[in-house]
């Protein structure tokens, strides 16, 4: 299936702990991102990558930090984990031209 | 920097009535604008966009929006409501001049039957 996938589905975890999100596409877009839902349910961009590059960074705490091994990937490490950072996270990607956001099903971090 | 709000926290309509989600927008070039649903658990799915054209842009499930260009508004609307759609809805709207897409705070949608 062509498809944005995000895992682990869940991620429960300790204050302090630093933890990984994976995220792949195998739709060929040039442009990935993450994103941050609340527990209100606003999405705020956090990042994006442009095949490899990273183009936006939204004033993220540098506890995030993103890594894109190639084109199709595009990874979330958290440092130091904090009650604050418990929400749900979204990969999502779309090719360079005018075409919509593709999302993954999301990430539930929740932090104890 | 681009802005989009959606006014209304909610929106409920009976089934079989026509309904209308609002969304305005605020972009210094021009805009590019996005409507998505979320189900719960789920990811966000694209509904239609607006990037150049024709003011009124069709989509899935039956969906439709006009932008207006003098009002800066791409309202979400649909002839006939089924119970089906009740769901979150998001306006998303990206500046012609950068990668950057930003989502409105959303609106949850409620048919009842």
């Known amino acids: 299936d062509t498809a944005v996938s995000q895992t682990p589905k869940y991620l429960v975890t300790q204050m302090g702990n630093d933890k990984s999100i994976k995220c792949e596409q195998n739709l060929g877009h040039d442009t990935m991102y993450w994103y941050k839902q609340d527990s209100k349910k606003f999405l705020k961009i956090m990042f994006s990558?442009?095949?490899?590059?990273?183009?936006i960074n939204e004033t993220v705490p540098n506890r995030f930090s993103p890594k894109s091994p190639d084109k199709a990937h595009l990874n979330l490490h958290i440092n130091s984990l904090e009650l604050g950072d418990s929400a749900v996270y979204f990969c999502?990607?779309?090719?360079?031209?005018?075409?919509?956001?593709?999302f993954g099903n999301g990430t539930r971090l929740t932090v104890t | 920097a681009q802005s989009v709000a959606q006014p209304e926290d909610q929106v409920k309509v009976a089934e079989g009535n026509p309904l209308t989600v609002k969304c305005t927008y605020s972009?210094?070039?021009?805009?590019?604008l996005f409507w998505y649903v979320q189900y719960p658990n789920r990811g966000l799915q694209f509904l239609l966009k607006y990037i150049t054209g024709d003011n009124l842009v069709k989509g899935s499930y039956g969906f439709e929006a006009e932008f207006n260009k003098s009002q800066t508004s791409f309202h979400l609307k649909k002839p006939s409501a089924l119970v089906s759609d009740s769901a979150l809805y998001f306006c998303a709207v990206r500046d012609s001049r950068d990668d950057k897409i930003i989502f409105g705070k959303g609106t949850r949608l409620h048919i009842l039957p």
């Open positions: 972009v210094s070039g021009n805009p590019y």
């Open positions: 999502a990607s779309r090719n360079v031209d005018n075409s919509p956001l593709h």
């Open positions: 990558y442009n095949n490899k590059e990273l183009i």
